[in-house]
Structure formats: C-alpha cells, structure tokens
C-alpha cells in the first residue's frame, strides 16, 4: 500500500490504519475503529475524533445504536445485568454496556439492549452524547393466529420459551414471567396442538428446546424486527424528516 505524502507529512500510524481498516463505501466500522484503539494502545475517543477529522464516517455501532447489525440470542440474563447499570430512563452508558459484553458478548448484549427497550449514552468513540432531542419510535406487536383467531404464537410464548431454553426449566421461566406452572403449560400444549410438534423434550433432568420451536423464535423476531425497521423507518419519512418545520418533545 503506499501511503500518500500530504503538504509534506507522512500520515501517522492512526491515520494508516484508518485507511486500512475502511471498508469499499469508505466508511470505518464501530468494530474495526475498536480494534484499531486496541493495537495502538489509544483512547476509542481518540480514533473516533481522528476519523472525524479525516471525513471518515464510522458505521455498525456494535451495541445496535446505527447501522445494520445482526441480532443474536435473547438472554433475560444479560438484559437484568443491563438493569443493574442502566438509569431511570432505561438508558445505559455506552462503556458500561461493552464491560458487560466482556461476560458474554456485543451481539447478544445489543440483542438484550433491542428487546428490552433500552437506550444507550455517550459513545466511546464521540459518535453520539446524551439524546437532547427526545427519541420517537413506532412500537409494533405481532402475533400469529389460526383460522380460528386463536393467538397462537406472540411475544408472551416467544418469552416463555425462550427463557426454558435460557434455564432449562419450566418452572423457573414460570417464576420470572409470573405465571404458574400449569398455565405455562397450558401455552405449551395449544402450540403444540396448532404446530403440530413437542416444542419441548425432558432429558437429563432438564427440558430443551426442539429443533421447531428454535425455529419459530428466531423466525418471529425476525419477523418482528423486519416490521418495526420497516415502520420507523416509514415513521421517519412521515414525520421527521422536515425537522425545520417541526420539533417533537
């Protein structure tokens, strides 16, 4: 690679691995920007600040803030240690969220962040502070029905399975949802009815999850995200773009 001399100054070797780690559209990855602090031994807010300055956009927030990123498992874990660090507000420092992350990793603790409503604060790299416009978002709720009308399949049941695979009981999914024990059974055997699978197998003293009902909760929130991209996104087109003309808040 050679590297351009500018007004008779050799780029510094933060400057050299920006332009390294830029993908084809020219634009820095919140990943890669991360990766050069590291190898450098720099402050996030230092490459952020010097891609800044060198007109390079930094895209793909890891914790799921901007750009497209691939959601992960759902853990009620993860979002409760969120909790445990989050402010009255359900927001959450940008550096408090990728310590935590150190426990598992970014992709589920943006999938936990996503699902739990949450916001988060001052990027360590300066992409964003606190929000002093408020935030507006379309809030959508699926479900699934038969022909009949039956709810079959939503968020609930999505819940409840997801926490049975998460613990390996369906006692403790029970606890955390507040529901007992026979009604989460009751959930079980109408999908089981209407899907026409087991959706759960007892072995080893613990109920997994079957390959089907693995299937509909990721296919749901699919689903589920697909159309609340989709409606914030008309949202914005609808009611904010004309920002000039009208503030919300």
């Given at each position: 690679?050679n590297?351009?001399v500018v007004?008779?100054k050799t780029?510094n070797g ?6 390294q780690?830029r993908?084809?559209?020219g634009?820095l990855s919140?990943s ?5 602090a590291?190898?450098?031994k720099?402050?996030p807010i230092?490459?952020?600040e010097?891609a800044?300055a060198?007109?390079v956009r930094?895209t793909?927030c890891?914790?799921?803030?901007f750009?497209?990123?691939?959601m992960?498992v759902?853990r009620?874990?993860?979002?409760k240690?969120?909790e445990?660090?989050?402010d009255?507000e359900?927001?959450?420092?940008c550096?408090a ?10 992709k589920?603790?943006r999938t936990a962040i996503?699902r739990g ?14 929000k ?7 809030k959508?709720?699926t479900w699934i029905?038969n022909q009949?009308?039956?709810?079959l399949f ?5 819940e ?7 613990y390996?009981?369906?006692e403790?999914?029970s ?5 007992s024990?026979?009604r ?5 055997a109408e999908l ?5 699978d087991?959706l759960?197998?007892e072995?080893?003293g613990?109920?997994?999850?079957t390959?089907v009902?693995?299937?509909f ?6 689903l589920?995200d ?5 409606a914030?996104t008309r949202f914005?087109e ?9 503030e919300?808040?």
């Amino acid at each position: 690679m050679n590297i351009p001399v500018v007004n008779g100054k050799t780029p510094n070797g933060l400057e050299i691995l920006i332009e390294q780690y830029r993908d084809d559209a020219g634009k820095l990855s919140c990943s890669n920007a991360f990766k050069i602090a590291s190898k450098l031994k720099l402050k996030p807010i230092e490459v952020g600040e010097k891609a800044k300055a060198l007109g390079v956009r930094i895209t793909a927030c890891d914790l799921g803030q901007f750009g497209k990123q691939p959601m992960g498992v759902f853990r009620h874990e993860v979002l409760k240690d969120l909790e445990q660090v989050c402010d009255s507000e359900r927001r959450v420092y940008c550096g408090a969220a990728r310590e935590l992350a150190k426990k598992s990793n970014l992709k589920t603790v943006r999938t936990a962040i996503r699902r739990g409503d949450m916001d988060v604060l001052y990027c360590e790299l300066g992409c964003f502070t606190a929000k002093k416009r408020t935030r507006l978002y379309v809030k959508t709720k699926t479900w699934i029905e038969n022909q009949d009308k039956t709810r079959l399949f939503g968020k609930g049941k999505t819940e409840l399975l997801e926490l049975i695979a998460e613990y390996g009981s369906i006692e403790k999914a029970s606890e955390i949802l507040g529901m007992s024990v026979l009604r989460a059974w009751e959930h079980i055997a109408e999908l089981r009815k209407n899907l026409d699978d087991a959706l759960v197998e007892e072995g080893a003293g613990q109920i997994s999850l079957t390959p089907v009902a693995q299937e509909f909760i990721a296919n749901y929130h699919t689903l589920q995200d697909e159309i609340e991209d989709f409606a914030n996104t008309r949202f914005k087109e609808l009611f904010l773009k004309p920002r000039n003309k009208r503030e919300f808040g």
